[in-house]
Structures are given as C-alpha cells and as structure tokens.
C-alpha cells in the first residue's frame, strides 16, 4: 500500500511538471513597463519563428508599437490574409483595434514596446 502511495505522488509531481513546460513553450515573453489611468506600455521580445504579440489569433484596441530592434513579421488578420513585413528599429506604427496574429520570421529575437492608450 505504501509504495502504491509514492508511486501516486511521483506521478501527480511529473505530470504537474510536464504540464507546466507545455504552458511555458505557448507563452509570449513580455514585461508590463507602465500601467495607469492614462495608458499601458507593455514590452515584447519574441523569439525567430514564435508568436510577437499574443497567442494564436488575439485581439488589440487601437496602439502604438515601437519596434525596438530590426524585424521581419508575418501578419495574418482575422480573414487569413497575410502580409510579411519588415521594419527597422526605431520605427512607429499606429494601428487601429484589429484581430491578428504576428509570427518574428527573424533570425533573431524581435523586441517591440505595444502602447494602449485608455479611454475615459
């Protein structure tokens, strides 16, 4: 009965680890910079051939990105029309409230600051 306990316990630890690596492999690196009243400065770094912004196809209010380093992107919106792009560091981009999914088909990470101002 006591090794029938242990041999419980050991498999409930394992699958707990193997299922919190699965989690970690679908999460977006990102860092919260400012959240107030006014506006939310969320930094993103994505790894070549991961998702940039969010998981899967997500949803943004109207931003602003900053890209912070080079980058060359996959977009797909919401109609499956996709788009590559490339863009240097330092550039802007306003974009209004849209479906998306963004894949770094860089081969390096790409890092961008996504700025949310909130409404009254």
Request: charged share 20%.
């Amino acid at each position: 009965m006591k090794q029938l306990i242990v041999f419980i316990v050991c498999f409930f630890i394992y699958s707990f680890s193997v299922l919190d690596r699965k989690r970690s492999m679908f999460r977006i690196p990102y860092r919260l910079l400012v959240d107030n009243a006014q506006l939310k400065v969320t930094e993103y770094i994505s790894t070549p051939g991961k998702k940039v912004c969010g998981a899967g196809f997500h949803h943004h209010d109207p931003h602003l990105v900053i890209v912070l380093t080079d980058a060359s992107v996959s977009l797909t919106v919401e109609g499956g029309q996709t788009q590559n792009i490339s863009v240097k560091a330092g550039t802007t981009l306003w974009s209004e409230a849209e479906t998306h999914m963004v894949i770094n088909n860089s081969e390096k990470p790409v890092k961008m600051l996504l700025v949310d101002v909130k409404s009254d």
